[in-house]
């Protein structure tokens, strides 16, 4: 019971380069997220999925798509990276009252 | 920007005092929530307090809230060395799926 995965747990990418962070859950929870964290700003939620099918804007979803491919799993993309998008990736899924936390993807986009 | 604020940003204390941290937010909310981060990982949930309560204990652990004010307050007391990570309050804003964070507060506790 391995909770919430990520993969990869680092990442360096070139600017203009493309990749996607992949997010799986064995708790069978309905909603997924994806947050960045920065140096002295906290988490930010990039997009969210309340449930299969569906998903929704966060704070700062510029630069990003994701995709929930089955109730298991919920990828974040970025087709064209930048710099300011150097951060650790978390990804999280919900209970009924807290979320539960992967273990994070440190990415650098050079 | 619909980050909460958090102060102290950072708090130094000894082993055995206490450390209170607050946090304030923007929208109306379900609930309030408080997690720590250890150095870089992910972060784990502590407590949760309801929008209709104003106070909830949990072992060393105090938190309160005042809708009025959106403010929340969270209280470790008989703080331990064990206790130095970072603290953040999550706000669930009513009738949504979506949590926001507050900036957090870095607290170390020397031995």
């Known amino acids: 019971n391995a909770g919430v995965t990520q993969t990869p747990k680092f990442q360096v990418l070139k600017t203009g380069q493309s990749m996607t962070l992949q997010c799986a859950q064995d708790?069978?929870?309905?909603?997924m997220y994806w947050y960045r964290q920065d140096p002295g700003m906290g988490l930010r939620l990039i997009y969210y999925s309340a449930s299969e099918g569906t998903t929704d804007k966060g704070e700062v979803p510029n630069g990003y798509n994701v995709s929930r491919l089955n109730k298991r799993e919920f990828s974040l993309r970025l087709e064209s990276a930048a710099p300011s998008q150097t951060s650790v990736y978390f990804c999280a899924i919900s209970g009924l009252d807290e979320q539960f936390f992967g273990p994070g993807t440190r990415l650098t986009v050079l | 920007s619909q980050q909460g604020e958090e102060d102290p940003q950072a708090l130094s204390i000894q082993e055995g005092e206490n450390a209170t941290m607050n946090c304030s937010y923007k929208?109306?909310?379900?609930?309030l929530q408080w997690y720590r981060q250890n150095s870089g990982r992910g972060l784990v949930h502590l407590i949760l307090i309801r929008s209709n309560e104003r106070e909830k204990h949990s072992g060393r652990l105090r938190v309160t809230l005042d809708t009025s004010k959106k403010s929340s307050s969270l209280l470790i007391t008989a703080s331990r060395a064990a206790d130095t990570a970072s603290y953040f309050c999550?706000?669930?804003?009513?009738?949504?799926?979506?949590?926001?964070f507050g900036t957090g507060t870095r607290l170390k506790v020397l031995a």
């Open positions: 708790m069978n929870h309905n909603s």
């Open positions: 999550a706000s669930i804003t009513s009738g949504t799926y979506k949590y926001i």
């Open positions: 929208t109306s909310i379900n609930n």
